[in-house]
């Protein structure tokens, strides 16, 4: 029954974001990490393990001399009161009944015109693709997801279940690009 209902959520939503999506314009290109000077970082984070991936994942775009935000999901109470500040943090209280996020929480991180948008997420979140489709990136990636496609401009299929894991295999295909 709790499959069915989330099937349910996130179809309603995805039929609110494809409206939402009708509202907007952005222009996009290809962006190699090495010419990007702004990351965006979508992820989500269940544990103190995938928060401290995340963290030496954004440490090292910085040592890089890149600006980086993080906007990260969580459904772990215990992360929410322990969150660092260099981070934006939304959980389950700050999502719709429809799996959509509440606008004031993630509009000033949707209004950011990022070189690039990463989203590190390797398994479905609708609260994430939500932002990632309205953010107005210039280049948005994500690992491949057929539900996503349609929402980012470049997905990479992989095995890896890590964030440190497919950060390091994106990393390496950002970098191919000319």
Not at 57 to 74: D, G, I, P, S
Not at 94 to 111: A, G, H, Q, S, Y
Not at 131 to 144: C, E, N, R, T
């Amino acid at each position: 029954m709790k499959d069915f209902l989330n099937k349910y959520l996130v179809k309603t939503g995805l039929y609110h974001l494809k409206k939402e999506i009708k509202k907007i314009r952005r222009s996009s290109a290809s962006v190699s990490l090495k010419a990007a000077r702004y990351v965006g970082i979508l992820v989500n984070v269940e544990n103190q393990k995938q928060l401290q991936e995340v963290q030496k994942v954004a440490a090292e775009l910085q040592t890089a001399q890149k600006k980086v935000r993080l906007l990260a999901f969580t459904s772990n109470k215990s992360l929410q009161a322990n969150a660092n500040t260099n981070f934006q943090l939304i959980s389950t209280k700050d999502v719709n009944w429809d799996l959509t996020p509440k606008r004031e929480k993630i509009m000033n991180f949707v209004n950011n015109e990022f070189d690039i948008l990463i989203n590190l997420c390797t398994e479905f979140c609708f609260p994430l693709l939500y932002v990632a489709a309205l953010s107005k990136s210039l280049f948005k990636v994500a690992a491949y997801d057929k539900k996503s496609s349609a929402f980012y401009d470049f997905m990479l299929a992989t095995e890896q279940q890590s964030i440190s894991g497919f950060s390091a295999e994106l990393k390496y295909y950002l970098d191919k690009i000319k």
